[in-house]
Structure formats: structure tokens, C-alpha cells
Antibody
Framework: QVQLQESGPGLVKPSQTLSLTCTVSGGSVNSGDFYWSWIRQPPGKGLEWIGSAYYTGSTFYNPSLRSRVVISLDKSKNHFSLRLSSVTAADTAVFYC??????????????WGQGTPVTVSS | SYALTQPPSVSVSPGQTGSITCSGDKLGDRYVCWYQQKPGQSPVLVISQDTKRPSGIPERFSGSNSGNTATLTISGTQATDEADYYCQTWDSSTAVFGGGTKLIVL
């Protein structure tokens, strides 16, 4: 059974870069059947897709965040990472990593991590 | 950019059938997924590809999608079904979520 676990700082200063890692257990990021994704949820608000990465190295980002986001896979460590630059208080959220089932095309987010809260504050 | 619209809240009595809608331009031409999120928890996939229930999801959850509207239907609603529900689809390799609907069971 695949499990995802987010890790990273819970507090980031404005203008700095937020960095999170999602460790995958029970499965491999080096699989053509899945995309590996980040989603965030500001306090009291809805879900916002940040982006996804495929084992080939292809990445897909939310157009509203594209200029500030990098998602990468580390096949040797079986994890994937998120970097979000130039953060502001508006980036404060719970960040989730998730797996997208994608045998023929992107489908559903079928496995989610427990989420990690990140606050942007000085 | 593509947008999905959900009602902020839906109320249903225990044992009754509750429906949550998700609207988008020609949404019936795309696959829609539904997620349940209870307070303090991660979202859980309850419907994929419009109508498919993942393993472990009760049969009382069902989905449909036609025209401009997808619908999540919960039959015989239980108090434990009270949660936020989000619809989601893909638009040119971009994932789009609806704003979420709070299902109130009272």
C-alpha cells in the first residue's frame, strides 16, 4: 500500500523559498502509471493544485504559480520535492503531496499525504 | 482558464438522499472526480472517472456527469458523511478543483 509523507520547515520568512519533500513508501516515483503532485489549502479555504511531475522529467504547473514553482523527482531517494520562491503571507497553507493515477491520461488523486502546515511570517 | 462551480453548502436529513453539483463548460466531455474532506484530515477520493467508486468507498456514493453538470449523490446519508466535498477535472494537463461544498447532515 503506497504511502506519502510530507516533510519540511513549518515556518518560512517572506521573500524566501519554501522547500518541501514528499517521501514515497510502498511504491516508486519511477513509474509510468502515475504523476506526483503538490496541492495546497489555505486556512479555511479550498484545494489548489500547484503542479505535477512525471517520471520522464516532464512537469505541469498551475499557471498562476508557474513563475515561482519547481517540482522535481529524486528516483534514487524515491521522493519528490516542491520549491516555491518569493513567498508571501498569501502562501500560508497546508501543503499536501498526492499521487495521480495516469495510465492513459491524468485521472484522479488517489493517494494523499497527511499534509504539512506552512506559515509564511517574519 | 477552466473553472468549476459548486454550491457553498448543501443540507440533507439523515437517511435521505443528498446531491452536490459541479458545473463547468461542457463538463460532460471531461472526466470528473470527487473528494471528501473531513475537518483536520486529508482529502479522500470517493468517485473517479465520473462514476467509479474506489475500493472501500460505500455504495451509497455515486456520481454522474452530463452536459455542463456533474453530480455527486449520497443515498441514505449518514451523519459520518458530513464533510467538505470537492469536484476536480483536468484541462490540458492542468488540474482544476471546484471551490468545495459543505455537506450538512441535520
Amino acid at each position: 500500500q503506497v504511502q506519502l509523507q510530507e516533510s519540511g520547515p513549518g515556518l518560512v520568512k517572506p521573500s524566501q523559498t519554501l522547500s518541501l519533500t514528499c517521501t514515497v513508501s510502498g511504491g516508486s516515483v519511477n513509474s509510468g502509471d502515475f504523476y506526483w503532485s503538490w496541492i495546497r489549502q489555505p486556512p479555511g479555504k479550498g484545494l489548489e493544485w500547484i503542479g505535477s511531475a512525471y517520471y520522464t522529467g516532464s512537469t505541469f504547473y498551475n499557471p498562476s504559480l508557474r513563475s515561482r514553482v519547481v517540482i522535481s523527482l529524486d528516483k534514487s531517494k524515491n521522493h519528490f520535492s516542491l520549491r516555491l520562491s518569493s513567498v508571501t503571507a498569501a502562501d500560508t497553507a497546508v501543503f499536501y503531496c498526492a499521487r495521480v493515477y495516469a495510465v492513459t491520461s491524468p485521472d484522479s488523486f488517489d493517494v494523499w499525504g497527511q499534509g504539512t502546515p506552512v506559515t509564511v511570517s517574519s | 482558464s477552466y473553472a468549476l462551480t459548486q454550491p457553498p453548502s448543501v443540507s440533507v436529513s439523515p437517511g435521505q438522499t443528498g446531491s452536490i453539483t459541479c458545473s463547468g463548460d461542457k463538463l460532460g466531455d471531461r472526466y470528473v472526480c470527487w473528494y471528501q474532506q473531513k475537518p483536520g484530515q486529508s482529502p479522500v477520493l470517493v468517485i473517479s472517472q465520473d462514476t467509479k467508486r474506489p475500493s472501500g468507498i460505500p455504495e451509497r456514493f455515486s456520481g454522474s456527469n452530463s452536459g455542463n453538470t456533474a453530480t455527486l449523490t449520497i443515498s441514505g446519508t449518514q451523519a459520518t458523511d458530513e464533510a467538505d466535498y470537492y469536484c476536480q477535472t483536468w484541462d490540458s494537463s492542468t488540474a482544476v478543483f471546484g471551490g468545495g461544498t459543505k455537506l450538512i447532515v441535520l
